[in-house]
């Protein structure tokens, strides 16, 4: 099953889904309704008064036009934004009138974001959708769950590149297993990754591309690149602290590179750390200060949570540089078998990721498939570049937040 496209029947503007999808996953409450997430204004939803009560009995949900309605996906995979003061509940907001909220943030006076999984309409914001925390599979069926979403992901990008982009797919590819796989499953499309001369990402990009016998293009970072990504990275997501714009500079730049090749479209691995336990406080969070929760499950549930305010930051900027993000491995059919693992299948002394990673078995090379990966920022020196590039122009270590205020600076030059 291809996740349905854009929808816009019936006075419907939707992106990542059919008008039709998401007035199902409205009426039935399902958060994983069978998309790569979905966000907009859904013309005609099925939801009546009693429903939005919290106490209310399935008897009283019978679906009526309650007039149009905001909708976001349950992990924020779609950014959609209103007028803060809108949100904030001094003022109404009229979901029809299309000056009330925007994909873009910058079609706004003062744009924040709807909250992922909500529906909104002018009576007020209701969270329809929690994220959905399962308990643990037996370990085989959660294995073979997570293979079987994985494959059927991933074939439905094949399937859709070869239906609808016309060679216009490209893919950012650090090396790693999450980028592999997508990779794996578009082998005609072109591999694009950045980084500054010596980084961890183009080495190891440079490996598996060979092993994989793929066309890879390296984008050598330099520090007018960085110059002259932060300005625009900030103006199109709003965020200006150091930890967002170091994540976001090397997505914007090789997102950039690939769109003046020609590519509109831009496969990436994101969502399979956070998924999948990739990042180290989840192996042992009972010993790690970084997590509250002292299991590998419960961890990795925290850093599911923060995808949708990463997402907003990633594919913002993506679309900033001129292409459009296809994430595989948010498709909800792998976000529902992920969150059914059992620790042992997410993260231990010894591997991370072991789920996705046994899944990869035969479709990438063994070297591909238990690669360690960096978090961008490190595998493609921009962390350390931009705080070189802050302390060539005055901003010392022992000056409080000397990255910030360099990115101030460089931010107030640029107006």
């Given amino acids: 099953m291809i996740p349905d496209r854009d929808g816009e029947t019936d006075g419907s503007r939707l992106r990542g889904a059919s008008a039709s999808l998401v007035a199902g996953a409205v009426r039935d409450r399902d958060p994983l309704p069978g998309t790569r997430g979905f966000a907009g204004l859904l013309a005609n939803p099925p939801i009546s008064a009693e429903d939005r009560a919290p106490d209310a009995r399935p008897a009283d949900r019978d679906p009526v036009d309650c007039g ?3 909708v976001r996906d349950v992990l924020g995979r779609q950014p959609l934004f209103v007028e803060a003061d809108a949100m904030d509940a001094t003022e109404a907001i009229d979901p029809a009138d299309p000056n009330a909220w925007s994909f873009d ?4 006076r003062d744009p924040d974001s709807i909250p992922a999984g909500s529906v909104v309409s002018a009576a007020g914001t ?3 959708w929690p994220l959905p925390t399962p308990s643990a599979s037996d370990p085989k069926p959660a294995q073979a769950a997570v293979d079987d979403a994985v494959e059927a992901a991933l074939s439905d990008l094949a399937v859709e590149d070869a239906a609808t982009s016309s060679g216009r797919l490209a893919v950012a590819f650090s090396g790693g297993v999450d980028s592999a796989l997508v990779a794996s499953a578009v082998p005609d499309a072109p591999c694009y990754v950045a980084g500054f001369e010596g980084c961890h990402d183009v080495a190891a990009a ?22 002259r990504a932060i300005p625009a990275i900030a103006a199109a997501t709003g965020r200006r602290n150091p930890m967002d714009l170091n994540i976001a500079v090397p997505l914007y730049l090789t997102a950039e590179a690939a769109a003046a090749d020609g590519f509109d479209r831009l496969a990436v691995g994101q969502g399979a750390d956070e998924l999948f336990g990739g990042y180290s406080k989840v192996v042992d969070p009972a010993n790690d200060h970084r997590v509250e929760a002292d299991t590998v499950r419960g961890a990795r549930t925290e850093t599911v949570r923060t995808l949708p305010n990463q997402l907003e930051r990633d594919v913002l900027a ?3 540089a001129g292409v459009e993000p296809v994430a595989p491995l948010l498709d909800d059919r792998v976000v529902d078998a992920a969150l059914r693992l059992p620790g042992d299948l997410l993260a231990t002394a010894d591997e991370r990721k072991v789920a996705l990673r046994r899944a990869a078995t035969g479709r990438v090379p063994e070297s591909v498939r238990t690669a360690d990966k960096k978090a961008v ?20 270590r022992r000056m409080d937040d000397h990255v910030g205020q360099y990115v101030d600076s460089l931010l107030e030059e640029h107006g």
């Fill in 68 to 70: 149009p309605v905001l």
């Fill in 105 to 108: 943030p910058g079609d706004l």
């Fill in 126 to 128: 209701e969270r329809r």
């Fill in 206 to 227: 440079r490996e598996a591309a060979a092993a994989m016998d793929r066309d890879l293009r390296v984008v050598e970072l330099s520090h007018d690149d960085l110059r």
């Fill in 318 to 320: 993506l679309r900033a």
């Fill in 377 to 396: 920022q490190y595998g493609t020196y921009v962390s350390r570049e931009i705080d070189r590039l802050a302390r060539q122009n005055g901003f010392k």
